[in-house]
């Protein structure tokens, strides 16, 4: 993993700079987004590890001319970008108080602010940057709103990265700042093709969350156009274990993160870390994947001892 660990003392830099920005909120929004930024600093045990909200430019660094002060800042606006739009997603996915929610988007508001200020500094306000900043937020808005209406997952994967678009405001930003503006729109298909299998992974460990709660998921939905004959009828937990078990929809899920991978090597703009992360997303999804058919092979090695044993003692 030395696309995370070769960045670690930044990390620490880093985190530890957003919670002195935070620690000067009013209260009690100081408190509540001290906490909220602990659990997705990737260097504390047990937090939501996001590694490329913070981690792009870093990665970009090593083929662009970036200076490590612009790294740190496209970095920094990032790590508060992260924390405006995972507010948004929680508020929108997650039951909660009147008060709770009053709270939620009032510290969301203001790390928008933080992010906002941090990139005025670095873009003029007739910067391109700032059509694409308002480009990323209207596919996000789109995204949420309808991926479960137009099934993103079979009709239009890379619709389900507009998802996470903001995170592009770190590559787009770096792009700009070392005048490499042609490269914006082949960068923006290589994170867009990371994020699409970073959501793959998250789907197929929160199925059985996404399925009691109905939230939209790539892998319910593939396990659901697998199961044809049965389209209009409601998942259950059974069918889908079914189809992750017997009827090998796991198998063909790893397969589109192959695929993915594949198709990120042949981009033209290169970025060995990005690259590397994306491996390890992929080998993810196809470990769990052989892990299945293991078990599946196992209990149908188990149920022919049975039967011979069986048969034997009859």
């Given at each position: 993993m030395h696309w995370f660990e070769d960045y670690r003392e930044e990390l620490g830099m880093?985190?530890?700079?957003?919670?002195?920005r935070?620690?000067?909120?009013?209260?009690?929004?100081d408190e509540l987004g001290r906490r909220y930024v602990a659990a997705f600093n990737p260097l504390l045990e047990g937090s939501a590890k996001n590694y490329i909200c913070y981690l792009l430019p870093?990665?970009?660094?090593?083929?662009?001319?970036?200076?490590?002060?612009?790294?740190?800042?496209?970095?920094l606006a990032n790590i508060f970008v992260m924390l405006h739009y995972f507010i948004q997603d929680d508020v929108m996915d997650a039951p909660s108080s009147p008060t709770d929610r009053t709270r939620q988007l009032a510290l969301s508001g203001l790390f928008q602010l933080q992010y906002l200020a941090g990139y005025r500094e670095l873009f003029p306000?007739?910067?391109?940057f700032w059509q694409h900043h308002d480009d990323y937020a209207a596919e996000w808005a789109d995204t949420v709103c309808n991926e479960?209406?137009?099934?993103?997952?079979?009709?239009?994967?890379l619709r389900i990265a507009k998802k996470a678009g903001p995170v592009k405001l770190a590559s787009?930003?770096?792009?700009?700042?070392?005048d490499h503006e042609h490269w914006i729109y082949p960068?923006?298909?290589?994170?867009?093709?990371?994020?699409?299998?970073?959501?793959?992974n998250d789907d197929w460990a929160d199925w059985e969350e996404d399925l009691e709660t109905g939230s939209y998921n790539g892998l319910l939905a593939l396990v659901k156009s697998l199961r044809s004959s049965e389209s209009g009828a409601t998942l259950t937990a059974a069918e889908v274990r079914s189809s992750l078990y017997v009827g090998g929809a796991m198998t063909r899920y790893s397969a589109r993160a192959i695929a993915t991978h594949q198709r990120l090597r042949s981009l033209e703009v290169s970025c060995p870390d990005l690259l590397a992360f994306h491996?390890?997303?992929?080998?993810s999804l196809a470990e769990a994947s052989a892990r299945i058919e293991s078990e599946r092979k196992s209990l149908e090695l188990g149920a022919l001892n049975h039967w011979i044993y069986k048969n034997r003692t009859n």
């Open positions: 880093l985190f530890g700079d957003a919670e002195r935070i620690g000067q909120f009013p209260p009690p929004l870093y990665w970009l660094e090593r083929s662009l001319p970036l200076r490590r002060e612009q790294t740190r800042e496209l970095a306000h007739d910067s391109v479960g209406n137009d099934n993103y997952f079979l009709t239009d994967p787009t930003g770096a792009l700009l700042l070392t960068v923006s298909e290589m994170v867009d093709l990371l994020l699409l299998t970073l959501q793959m491996q390890y997303l992929t080998d």
